[in-house]
Nanobody
Framework: QVQLVESGGGSVQAGGSLRLSCVAS????????MGWFRQAPGKEREAVAT????????YYADSVKGRFTISQDNDKITVYLQMNSLKPEDTAMYYC???????????????????WGQGTQVTVSS
């Protein structure tokens, strides 16, 4: 099992930036892939970006490509999500997640991930 703690959410105007952080602790091999999902009220949870911990291969949702960047520190303990050019439609609760699956997941779904953080709210006003 791995424990995940997110931080960095907040309120920002459209066009602004935020950086989310997720600190992982626990079983190192329970987080082959880490990622960020988001869920807006009344909508399903969706994958935003993921990073394959042992190869740095990444996935981005089409809606965030070119605006968001996922990265990890050299110790593979902290994962970041740099969010630029934020839009009101980016408003959601953002969750950090980790999976034990030892291969890159090309189309990540919430069911692929077993460990979740508590979430951090991102609100973008127009």
């Amino acid at each position: 099992q791995v424990q995940l703690v997110e931080s960095g959410g907040g309120s920002v105007q459209a066009g602004g930036s935020l950086r989310l952080s997720c600190v992982a602790s626990g079983d190192y091999y329970s987080r082959y892939t880490m990622g960020w999902f988001r869920q807006a009220p009344g909508k399903e949870r969706e994958a935003v970006a993921t990073i394959y911990t042992f190869g740095s291969r990444t996935y981005y949702a089409d809606s965030v490509k070119g605006r968001f960047t996922i990265s990890q520190d050299n110790d593979k303990i902290t994962v970041y999500l740099q969010m630029n050019s934020l839009k009101p439609e980016d408003t959601a609760m953002y969750y950090c997640a980790a999976t034990v699956r030892s291969w890159f997941i090309p189309s990540p779904r919430p069911s692929d991930f077993a460990s979740w953080g508590q979430g951090t709210q991102v609100t973008v006003s127009s």
